[in-house]
């Protein structure tokens, strides 16, 4: 009956809105709602309602957790543990938690930086490093550009018939004029 506990203390926090523990309390419910970020307002606010709680500097740590704020929760919890060092509760669960999941989240950033590098060196590899300057490089552009200017010169074209057949036609200097465009197609 969360949702009826959570109207209960809202209820509460009406009639005493400077009590930490109303707020506390009320960041708990909300965890339990899975709503997280309600859960970390509601927490902070028991924690600048009362700085020197450190239950709700647990609580902190727990809802900042939900929103995978590891770095903060780690913070929270340390400052619980600051306040009341014999609470044996912090020291095993939250902070060993909070700090499993920090390495395993930076073992992640360790393996995905790792694999985006190793993709990089794919990358290049792949790659061939050309010369172009080399004697054989040079000549195939020299024969691809004097067989596009023999080409040129030619002036050749596709003649597509109304009909479909397709005719290439070159067109020479002694030759006037292109077939009859009213028959053709011209298509380059």
Known sequence: RYREAL???DEALQLTPED???YEMKSQVLMSLHEMFPAVHAAEMAVQRNPRSWDAWQTLGRAQLG?????LAIRSF???LHIFPMNPEVWKEDLSWARKLQEQQKATKTESVQALAKGKEL?????PDYDFESD???AVCAAIAEKEKALSAAKTMVIVSASGTVETVTEQDNCPAAPDETLFIRAR
């Open 67 to 71: 929103l995978g704020e590891i770095a």
């Open 20 to 22: 930490a523990t109303l």
């Open 7 to 9: 109207v209960k203390w």
């Open 78 to 80: 340390q400052v619980s």
């Open 136 to 138: 054989e490089i040079v």
């Open 123 to 127: 990358a290049q590899e792949s790659i």
